[in-house]
């Protein structure tokens, strides 16, 4: 602090530059300089300022980030120096309430809890999330193969991949809040041989998009890309809305997208994942809790690529959903009223016949999902992210179908709270 005082003050700065000015621009001058910077580089060198002071960069601190008013001070001084130069700020996370800086990890998300005595109130899951899911499934198939590996940009315990970091440390990276490093080291350790499954957060899967199309798909290695908090997220809040997943990632190719719509689906295509030798393999699933389907100790058989599942069999309309919506459909008149169909056809014993429930989106489902868009009349696609921007892209293959789309409009997709997807939020 003493000598960050010194060396960010005018009058310093002022009598450097002065002297700099005397002794002209020769050789005594840059030796002096030079043994000036090493100097200064030998005592910033515990904090790892000589790094920026090799690279030209003027480096001041470390100071206490935590202390607003020097923060400010500090920056005010540095303003008047000209050239680049770098702060290094040191904070606490949760400074100012003892047990968040107690336990950081756990009070990144708290939840409720009691701020007089920092209790945590833990609401009851009746049913599993299918990050827990995701991170139990990954530690069974870290133990019954070595190859397999998690990769996570700093969001271990968000994603479930703390199981793995605490049973399988080997086979778990940490690569901190780098989602573009998280897919290229995911890349390297497939080509290498290993089988990595690599979680990010829909929202912020984005930041790697060129990694996803240079690094993995060209070269289609079997990287498995996991994201989580797929579709709207509630308390999360606008910023981690996962919506625009499936329109980004449809464009590349050889690439197969998965949506699962319940816990088992989910551990069925993690095994289907680790079953294909080529990539990328895409899964995306929602925040919070799964359907409530038994998936422990149930014989897992992996899924095939690329087909629809017909839930209920019907003969004029098709109402098409995917990963968890299919429930949503379950009550035919709720969704009759929905979409307006007497709008569409009017005529009132409109039957909404087969309802497929898409676990796979890329490629695009075939039998029975080509037979059906081919003998229906109508067709009704349910995304959960934004209005029909899934099955939208294909509607040049529908022919003369009349298709009607119903889903989230892009205006009202900032600030929901509320992630489940009901009828009264379609539009």
């Known amino acids: 602090s003493y000598l960050l005082n010194i060396t960010a003050s005018r009058s310093y700065n002022t009598v450097k530059n002065r002297i700099w000015d005397l002794l002209g621009d020769n050789s005594f001058r840059r030796f002096l300089q030079r043994w000036v910077r090493a100097l200064k580089s030998w005592f910033v060198k515990k904090p790892g300022g000589d790094l920026f002071e090799a690279m030209g960069f ?32 040191i904070t606490v996370k949760g400074k100012g ?35 827990d899911v995701f991170g139990e499934v990954l530690c069974e198939l870290a133990a019954a193969d070595s190859r397999v590996v998690g990769v996570t940009p700093a969001m271990a315990t968000g994603c479930g991949m703390n199981l793995l970091a605490s049973r399988f440390p080997g086979q778990f990276f940490d690569v901190g809040i780098e989602e573009e490093h998280a897919v290229t080291f995911s890349a390297g350790l497939a080509a290498g041989g290993m089988r990595p499954f690599c ?14 199309i240079h690094d993995v798909a060209l070269q289609r290695l079997p990287v498995v890309l996991c ?22 990632y449809r464009a590349i190719p050889e690439t197969v997208i998965s949506a699962p719509r319940n816990e088992l689906e989910l551990k069925r295509l993690m095994h289907t994942a680790l079953a294909l030798d080529h990539g990328p393999f895409i899964i995306r699933y929602p925040r919070g809790m799964g359907e409530g389907v038994a998936w422990r100790d149930v014989p897992v058989e992996p899924l095939p690529v690329g087909k629809a ?44 016949s087969s309802r497929p429930a898409f676990g796979m989106i890329r490629p695009v489902p075939g039998k029975p999902g080509v037979l059906l868009l081919q003998e229906r009349q109508l067709v009704v696609p349910v995304p959960e992210d934004t209005r029909g921007r899934v099955l939208k892209l294909d509607k040049r293959n529908a022919g003369t179908l009349m298709i009607r789309e119903i889903g989230r409009a892009h205006s009202r997709m900032q600030g929901l709270s509320d992630p489940a997807l009901t009828i009264e939020k379609c539009q």
């Open 199 to 212: 979680n990010i957060y829909s929202a912020f899967a984005q930041r790697a998009y060129d990694q996803i």
């Open 58 to 89: 003027r480096y001041f601190g470390p100071i206490d980030g935590n202390d607003i008013g020097k923060v400010v001070e500090t920056l005010r001084k540095l303003h008047r120096i000209p050239g680049p130069r770098l702060l290094h700020c």
């Open 227 to 248: 994201f989580d908090r797929a579709g709207l997220v509630g308390e999360d809040g606008a910023t981690h809305h996962g919506a625009f997943d499936l329109a980004a």
């Open 309 to 352: 599942e017909v839930l209920v069999e019907g003969n004029e309309v098709a109402i098409l959903a995917l990963d968890k919506v299919p429930g949503l459909v379950l009550d035919l008149p709720q969704v009759l009223r929905a979409v307006s169909l007497d709008a569409i056809a009017p005529r009132e014993d409109i039957i909404v």
């Open 97 to 131: 309430y003892a047990p968040a800086e107690a336990d950081p990890v756990t009070w990144h998300a708290p939840g409720h809890f009691d701020p007089a005595t920092g209790r945590r109130i833990h609401a009851p899951h009746p049913r599993d999330r299918y990050q």
